[in-house]
């Protein structure tokens, strides 16, 4: 009985100990960030895109790496979910659960889901060279979406089977179809996780830059167009941090500052609706 009281403790203490390592560590990034960028951040840089010289420590701002990320994330994240939802339907409706046909698929989502953005990169590199395309906001768009497909379809996957199968055989015992199932009973219970895993993909698809450094290319003006280049708020950090001109550098900070405060309005949305969501989900 002593030895278990010991080991509880010391496991208790271990996950203290990494709560507030984690929390250090998340308070130390926006720490400096806050420090660094703060000073540089203004009006006009969010609202106005880089004149000449910016990248030299003139006027200007990133308004084009803003937007440009907002088209990125946004018509990635709307194409995964194009294929995400049925294919996670498909999976737990119609496939039979103990197929190896669907653990197949897990297991090669898994996978997908740890390869490194840079290989998504290089493939949609690959692809748009194999046709002829240059680097384009469209480009960019099937790589970010090529990355975050996986995960969405396996956190899709993992709410609707926490739909209780009652509601299933209740739904069929009344005579719905398959489909009418799908649609107005397991989409509707499982809608508040499938709108948390849409926004975190999205907050991945901003975030991220190894996927559309060679895709997407880079511009100083706003895209009006699926086939001309967009920039985008990691590559403006990159190329700002390896400027070695002061004000630059903290401009720099002040959009990894920009970008963080996106990815945690996007998280917050998540949560939010996900919460609020949850009162008409059947427990």
Known sequence: MERRNVEEKIFKGLMRVSTLLILFSLLLILLTMAVKGLPFLSLAMITQTPQGG???????????????????AGGATFLAILFSLPVALYVNLY?????????????????????????????????????GLRAS??????AI????????????????????????????ALGATRLETAVKIVVRQSLPGILTAVLIALGRGIGDAAAVIFTTGFTDAIPTSLLRPAATLPLAIFFQLSVPI????????ASALILTILVLVISLAARL???KLTRHVVK
């Open 54 to 72: 910016y990248y030299l420590g003139k006027g200007g701002g990133i308004l084009n790496a803003i937007l440009g990320s907002l088209y990125l």
């Open 95 to 131: 496939a039979r659960p103990d197929s190896r046909s669907v653990s197949l698929c897990r297991f090669i989502l898994d996978v997908l889901c740890g390869v490194p953005s840079i290989v998504y990169g290089a493939f949609g590199f690959t692809i748009m060279v194999f046709f």
């Open 137 to 142: 906001l469209l480009g960019g768009i099937l």
């Open 145 to 172: 979406a090529l990355l975050i497909l996986p995960m969405m379809i396996r956190s899709m996957d993992e709410v609707i089977r926490l739909v209780p199968r009652e509601l299933l055989e209740s739904s069929y």
């Open 246 to 253: 002061r004000e630059v550098q903290g401009r720099a900070y």
């Open 273 to 275: 609706l996900s919460k």
